[in-house]
């Protein structure tokens, strides 16, 4: 197994300057649009602030304080209520108390920042602790800012004017990525053959991700790569991209130039630094044969030799024009005597069917 050495390069990406054209597609540009249309009505409401204190003085004196700059405002006295209302509220700000009443702030604090779900949400620790090794734990827990009792409201003002501002920025990447994904998957719509492809790749690559052990940021990755893998197919005239594998010589180089086109629409995205080897070398093979960089061995990142196994099975397992479903069993063998032959990587195929073996045995 290499894959302790794959984990170090995981980060790794190679920077390619190739620039395609992108012909438009009228009939989808809706889809982008609803999303553009969602992100400014949520523009426009009042920021919602949550302030997390067990001292009932100090949260009416921040609610009224706030409130004056017509934010929204919700409050807890404690963790586990300020938790379940991050997840159903989803406000803009947390002010957290440091010290509280069993689960303290720091922890807190940490399990928002390590959800993907509630990470991008600033997180403002308020402690009337002035020692340095406090600040280095709440930085440690990934606060976002400090405020320091007694609270001077032009401070509290500028630092929330500040991060709210710094959320309005990661919402619209957010929101760049939602316009990705709806076109995404408008894109998998043109063929009703595949289903729900990408929903099924991303949910197959998490799995395996956890189960041969990748980070955070890789799984997330991978689920990012399920539903962007074929984004440049947004390139690929119909009468091609339906035809499966009876494409002549011409037709395939069109059909080639996906991989790329989606890792250039992708890649003004920085968070997308490591979906980008997954949109651009999941069709390489592990004996070089596959496009569009002829990738070979450990060479091919191993994100994308990661999707590209339960991409390979989901084709398989899956009914198109051009060719019938298959078997689990049949995908197993086929797969493993392709891994065999050196079409995939012999490590990552046996790997995926052992999880769902293990994950059927659980079941």
């Given at each position: ?46 920021p919602k602030i949550l302030i997390v204190d067990d001292k009932l003085e100090t949260l009416l004196l921040l609610r ?11 409050t807890a006295t404690e963790a586990e209520e300020a938790k379940k209302l991050v997840h159903e509220q989803r406000p ?145 005239p119909d009468d091609i991209l339906k035809k499966g594998t009876r494409l002549t010589a011409a037709e395939w180089e ?110």
């Amino acid at each position: 197994m290499h894959y302790k050495d794959d984990l170090r390069k995981v980060h790794e990406l190679t920077d390619t300057t190739l620039e395609l054209p992108l012909p438009s597609h009228p009939s989808m540009a809706s889809i982008p649009e609803r999303a553009k249309e969602e992100y400014e009505r949520h523009k426009q409401r009042a920021p919602k602030i949550l302030i997390v204190d067990d001292k009932l003085e100090t949260l009416l004196l921040l609610r009224e304080l706030l409130s004056t700059r017509k934010y929204e405002i919700i409050t807890a006295t404690e963790a586990e209520e300020a938790k379940k209302l991050v997840h159903e509220q989803r406000p803009e700000l947390v002010l957290l108390d440091v010290v509280m009443p069993g689960k303290s702030g720091y922890e807190l604090c940490r399990e928002l920042k390590e959800d993907p779900i509630t990470r991008l949400i600033p997180v403002v620790m308020i402690t009337g602790l002035s020692d340095r090794d406090d600040r280095v734990r709440g930085i440690e827990a990934g606060a976002d800012d400090f405020l320091s009792k007694p609270l001077y409201p032009e401070e509290l003002f500028a630092r929330v004017k500040s991060l709210l501002k710094l959320k309005e920025f990661t919402d619209e990447l957010e929101n760049a990525e939602a316009v990705l994904v709806a076109l995404a998957l408008g894109i998998e719509s043109r063929d009703p053959y595949t289903g729900n492809h990408c929903e099924r790749l991303a949910h197959y690559a998490v799995e395996l991700g956890h189960y041969i052990g990748l980070d955070g940021d890789s799984i997330i990755a991978l689920k990012r790569g399920g539903y962007l893998h074929d984004l440049g197919k947004v390139s690929i005239p119909d009468d091609i991209l339906k035809k499966g594998t009876r494409l002549t010589a011409a037709e395939w180089e069109i059909m080639k130039q996906h991989p790329a086109i989606g890792e250039t629409i992708c890649r003004p995205l920085k968070s997308f630094r490591n979906v980008l080897p997954i949109i651009r070398h999941h069709h390489e093979h592990w004996d070089g044969s596959g496009y569009p960089d002829q990738l070979s061995g450990y060479s091919i990142p191993l994100l994308a030799r990661t999707l590209q196994v339960v991409d390979v099975y989901d084709a398989l397992r899956t009914a198109r024009p051009y060719k019938p479903a298959i078997t689990h069993e049949e995908a197993e063998r086929t797969m493993m005597d392709e891994a065999n032959k050196g079409l995939w990587d012999p490590n990552l195929v046996p790997a995926f069917f052992a999880m769902l073996k293990h994950k059927e045995q659980a079941a």
